[in-house]
């Protein structure tokens, strides 16, 4: 009975992450509205994101947050999901060269920072180690 729940679990966790797909440059424009309408971000700060700029405040780290939750990249439980970000930011690069990278970034949040600044601060760490991989990500799709 109790492999025959741990087989079950194990297949529902399985089944659930088959659902989740490399994210598009579509999922992401739906994304910016949802995230700026809930947080109240205004267009023109929108506008400076589009551009790859992401000043480090209050607003602009929950609206990481926003985004990456949207696309399935972390949660606020649990973080960052290495796996998906290896798919997603290694897109036809070598995933032995990429995962060390994400895991270097996606860090556990030893300090208890809040949510916002935790994606943040992962964010900004890919953004510094592979920003074109990070664009070109979203690009591609
Ligand atoms: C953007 O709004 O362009 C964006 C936000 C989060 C991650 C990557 C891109």
Known sequence: MKYFVAVLLLAAVVFADAEWKIQTAENLNAYRPECANSLSIPEDKVNEYKKWNFPNDEKTQCYIKCIFGKMGLFNEKDGFNVEHLVKQLGQGKNETIIRPEVVKCADKNPQ???????????????KKAHLDLVQTSVKKN
Do not use: L, P
């Not at 920072?113 to 760490?125: H, I, L, M, S, V």
């Open 112 to 126: 208890k920072t809040n949510a916002c600044q935790w994606a943040y601060r992962g964010f900004d760490c890919f």
